[in-house]
């Protein structure tokens, strides 16, 4: 049987974003939270990231800022060859690597993919997709939700572990002191600002939107939801906002709606509002079943009407049983005991630790 001592483990997050991010980042937020818990539990941890990232585990930076913020870089391809060339070189310096860099390192982990898992923080529901794991089929892959998975060719399922965040990030706030709905994530046209606008509305409620707005979706601001806020008097448009400005903007809320209109894989914006007890109105796509206790931590809808409804139910909602929703299953302890399991069960990483087993002892040389 292995024994499995404490692990040397590589983290390799997206350069786009810091680790944490300064602002908007979903991914790079939970690979910060489940390194940092990693640490604290006494692993190895190496994270692969920009050199402007925060982390206790040891950093490898390989750009100087989030590639996102340097206005000299136009490509964000080299960066992550050279950081996976690097991966290549230091194969044997690790027990596992953990990719957190959607596809581009399946070509270059071929010799030791039995010692990797690839969490997948995107949707999959792609034709690119199947045509890409139809080639890489045998490499150790997590989805954040099973909802996720539906779209997929048959792979090699090594787990599936939802986001979690750590325990006191955002504090439990027992009353919405704010008196306003919130909208928090991306301004893009699969979020549905344009949905969170005409509930606000309906239901007579301000709104406030903190969001970010990638080169990709300017139009769609500039088009469609700038002129809504500016017609709207209920609307207030706040922009990115950093963790500090999160905690009161969530909590204060007296809820957050989650109008989604894609295959959402996690939605980490509806455990952070139930962190603070904020209750969600989420619309059932994706994995948002997945997370929402129906009627506890907030309301599933399907239609705009649905939503406008769940607006005024908001108060009959106690917010510490949204909180104990997080507390029993979205907590970043659970989520790192989860992954190790899944490293340990690693068919590469268990070799390794037989052959580590059976090594035979080095003692240091007495003094005669």
Known sequence: MEKFALMKIAQIAPLQESVPPRLYGGTERVVSYLTEELVRLGHDVT??????????????????????LDPRVKDYVPDHIVMLDAVREMADQFDVFHFHVDVMHYPVIRDFVDRTVTTLHGRLDMPEVRRLYSVFSGAPLVSISADQRKPMPPVNWAGMVYHGLPPDLLPFRPAPTGGYLAFLGRISPEKRPDRAIEIATRAGWPLKIAAKIDRVDRAYWEDRIRPMVEASPNVEFVGEIDER???????????????????????????????????????????????????????????VDEAVAAVRGLARLDRRAAR?????????????????????????????????AAAPAVHPARSV
């Open 324 to 356: 104990a929703c997080f507390d029993r299953r979205f907590t970043i302890d659970r989520v790192a005991r989860d992954y190790l399991a899944i490293y340990k069960s690693l068919p590469g990483v268990r070799a390794r630790a037989r052959r580590a």
């Open 47 to 68: 994270l692969f990231a920009s050199g402007d990232s925060v982390t206790s585990a040891r950093l490898l930076p390989f750009c100087d800022v989030a590639l996102r």
């Open 245 to 303: 400005r999160k905690a009161e903007f969530l909590g204060r809320a007296a809820g957050l709606l989650f109008p989604i209109d894609w295959p959402e894989p996690f939605g980490l914006v509806m455990i952070e509002a139930m962190a603070c007890g904020t209750p969600v109105i989420a619309f059932r796509r994706g994995s948002s079943a997945e997370i929402i206790d129906d009627g506890v931590s907030g309301f599933l809808v399907e239609t």
